[in-house]
């Protein structure tokens, strides 16, 4: 007797955008460019650019909830929020993002040496607010000095990739009584913990960031389509001052149009000189 099963197949047509950049800038010319080509894919690409946090090893094995490196981006969003946009790219492919969690741990007075404030995680959103998975993967804010949580929006977390854009506000970050993200007390720390909901996989990405959601000490927001066959060059600015208290890695450019995996995030290191 033979078993037969359908099976749907809905091919992806994906980019190629390939990044590039010299590796340092100094502080007499802090300005250089990050070349963006897409020479390789049949499809445009739209490159998105990040200020690189953190950066992680590759564990064993191909679990999806595997970091490879996180960044983050900000603007204005109305008269009183900023946008804080977290980008967390993983080493594997997933199929739904919402069989993983990001856990991103926020300080927001790291002059009072006194614990992490907020906690950013994105998780599914039937899951932490119905108790029943829905496999839409939403961006949640707890506080570590108060119950409850907040989300206004869902992630951005496409379907067979590895990079989850993680939205939040900055009135989530700023509780009545608590520790305030605002224009006058604008720096951050952030470090990070992921977790597959299906295993008891656990990935305690290394390191601690350093972030200014209203005046970023590296370009960061840019958002550049690059049709195929196109090529272009954006120019990435280290503000000296800024750096000095809130220095990043680099740059990070997210291509969710990119084949899954180290292809979809470029983590382009950067440093500042003399």
């Given at each position: 007797m033979t078993l037969r099963v359908p099976y749907y197949l809905v091919p992806r047509a994906l980019s190629g955008v390939n990044a590039t950049m010299a590796t340092f800038v100094t502080t007499g010319s802090p300005t250089t460019n990050a070349n963006l080509s897409n020479s390789s894919g049949p499809t445009t690409g739209n490159a998105d650019f990040y200020a690189w946090g953190l950066n992680d090893i590759k564990d064993?094995?191909?679990n999806p909830a595997d970091v490879r490196g996180i960044g983050v981006q900000s603007f204005p969003f109305n008269a009183t929020n900023q946008l804080l946009v977290f980008a967390v790219n993983t080493w594997n492919r997933w199929s739904n993002a919402a069989t993983n969690e990001f856990d991103i741990r926020v300080d927001v007075n790291p002059a009072a040496n006194d614990g992490?404030?907020?906690i950013i995680v994105g998780a599914d959103q039937g899951a932490v607010q119905t108790g029943t998975f829905n496999g839409r993967m939403a961006a949640f804010v707890f506080s570590t000095h108060s119950p409850g949580a907040s989300v206004n929006?869902?992630?951005?977390a496409p379907t067979d990739s590895s990079t989850a854009l993680l939205p939040v506000l900055s009135s989530q970050l700023c509780r009545a009584g608590e520790p305030c993200l605002s224009g006058a007390?604008?720096?951050?720390?952030?470090?990070?913990?992921s977790f597959d909901v299906t295993s008891n996989f656990v990935d305690?990405?290394?390191?601690?960031?350093?972030?200014?959601?209203?005046?970023?000490s590296i370009t960061q927001g840019d958002f550049v389509t690059v049709p195929q066959g196109a090529s272009g060059a954006v120019?990435?600015?280290?503000?000296?001052?800024?750096?000095?208290q809130t220095p990043a890695l680099g740059t990070m450019i997210v291509t969710l149009d990119n084949k899954a995996g180290q292809k979809?995030?470029?983590l382009?290191?950067?440093q500042l000189r003399p």
């Open positions: 064993a094995g191909t992490d404030d907020y929006f869902f992630a951005t007390n604008p720096r951050l720390t952030y470090h990070a913990v305690v990405v290394a390191g601690t960031a350093k972030y200014n959601a209203y005046s970023s120019p990435i600015t280290i503000t000296p001052a800024e750096w000095a979809e995030a470029a382009l290191p950067l």
